[in-house]
C-alpha cells in the first residue's frame, strides 16, 4: 500500500505542511513509521477540511476524537478509495500539454459538482481520468459545445443518483446504527462491513442500467439512420410526424402538498413520479423535467402521447392526488442538455395552463399528426393563449364513445 512524505500527503491533500502538520499536533492524524502518511490520511484531511468549513472549530474536532467520541478511522475502509487527491497539474498546464481548450477542461470539474476552478487551480485524480475521453472526442471532429453538453448532462444525472445512493446509506445503515447506540469504532466497523459489497454492486447495477439506456438511444439512432438512407433512396416514404410536447400540472398541488407536511409530500411526489413514468414509457415517451406543480414529457409521436395524457388523468384521480389537466403541441423542438426547448415547447406549456382540471387539451397540429390514435377529439374553437400569438385550434381529447 502507498505511503506518503509529510509534504507528499500535504500536496495531495491540498493543504500546506505547516496545516497538516497542525492536523498531527492535535492528534487529528498519526503517521505511521518514518513519518509516512496513508491515502486514509490523505482522505481524513479532506473530510477534516469539509468539517471545518461548515463551522465545526477544530480544538472540538481534535478534542472529541482523542475522547474517543469521534473517529476519522473509516477513510481507511478501500470503499473511500473514491476520494481522490490532488494531482501536480494544473488546469492550465494540463491545457497547454493537452491542447484541450482551457474552458472546456475547467467545465469537468463544474459537471462534477464543484464550483468552477481557477487556471491555476490542480488537477483531481478523478477529472484526469475524463480527460482522454475528451482528447479522443475532440481529436476525431467532435466540437467542444456538444461535449461540454454531455459532461453536463452526465454529471448532473449522476450526481441526482448519487445523492439518492447517499440518502439511502444515511436512512438505512447509519440512523438505525446512531440509535441503537453503538459507539463510533462500532458503527465503523458495523457499516464498513457493508460499504463495500454495495459499493461494487450497486457500481455494477449502475453500469447495467447505462448500458440499456444506451441501447435504447442507439436503437432510435440506427432505425432514424436507416430510415433516412432508405427515404434519400427513394425507396421508401417517411410518414411525417412531428414529435410531441406534453405538460401534465396538478391543480393546487403545491397547496396539497403544504397542508400536509414534508412526508406526506414526499410521498405524494413518488406516486406521482412512478405514476407518470409508467404511463408515458408504456406509450412510446419520457419524462424531461419537473416543473413545480406538474411535469413535461416528450413523444417521439403525437397519438400515443394523447393516450398516456388520458391514462395519466385517470391515474392520478385513481391514485388519490388532485385532478391533472394536460397540454399537447406537435412540431419541431430543439434537443440540448437533456432538455427540449423552442416554440412548440412553450405552446403546449400555454395550452395545459389553460386546459381546466381533468382535462387533456391538444393543437390542430397533434390532431392532423394523430391518425390511427384510439381516441376523439372535440374542437373547442380558436382559443387565443398568453404569449401565444394568433389563435389556435384547440380540441379537446377523450376516449372513443
Sequence with gaps: MATYTRAEAAERSGVTVDELSQLVEIGILRPGAEDRFS?????????VQSLLDAGIPRDLLARTIRDGALSLAFMDDPSYSNFAALSSETFQALSARTGIPLPLLMVVREAIGSAQPRPEDRVREDEMKIVPFIEFELTHGFRPIVIERFLRVAGESLRRVAEAEADAWASEVMAPLFAA??????IGDASSKLATPIGELG??????????????AWTANIVDGIENRLAQAGLHSRLERPPAMCFLDITGYTRLTQERGDAAAADLAGTLARLVER????????????????????????????????????????AGLP?????????????????????TVNVASRIAEYARPGEVLVSQ??????????????????????????ALRLHAAQRPA
Design 203 to 216: 457500481e455494477k447495477a449502475l453500469m447495467a442500467a447505462y448500458h440499456a439506456h444506451e441501447m435504447h
Design 365 to 390: 397540429e397533434v390532431v392532423d399528426a394523430a391518425s390511427g390514435a384510439e381516441v376523439e377529439f372535440r374542437e373547442i374553437g380558436p382559443i387565443e393563449l398568453k404569449g401565444v400569438a394568433g
Design 39 to 47: 491515502a486514509g490520511d490523505v482522505r481524513r484531511v479532506g473530510v
Design 323 to 343: 385532478p391533472a389537466h394536460v397540454g399537447l403541441h406537435a412540431g419541431p423542438v430543439i434537443f440540448q442538455e437533456g432538455d427540449y426547448y423552442g416554440q
Design 181 to 186: 447506540g453503538l459507539s463510533m469504532a462500532e
Design 279 to 318: 404511463t408515458s414509457v408504456r406509450h412510446g415517451g419520457r419524462p424531461i423535467k419537473w416543473l413545480g406543480d406538474g411535469v413535461m414529457f416528450f413523444f417521439k409521436d403525437p397519438g400515443p402521447g394523447v393516450v398516456a395524457a388520458l391514462d395519466m388523468v385517470d391515474g392520478v384521480i385513481g
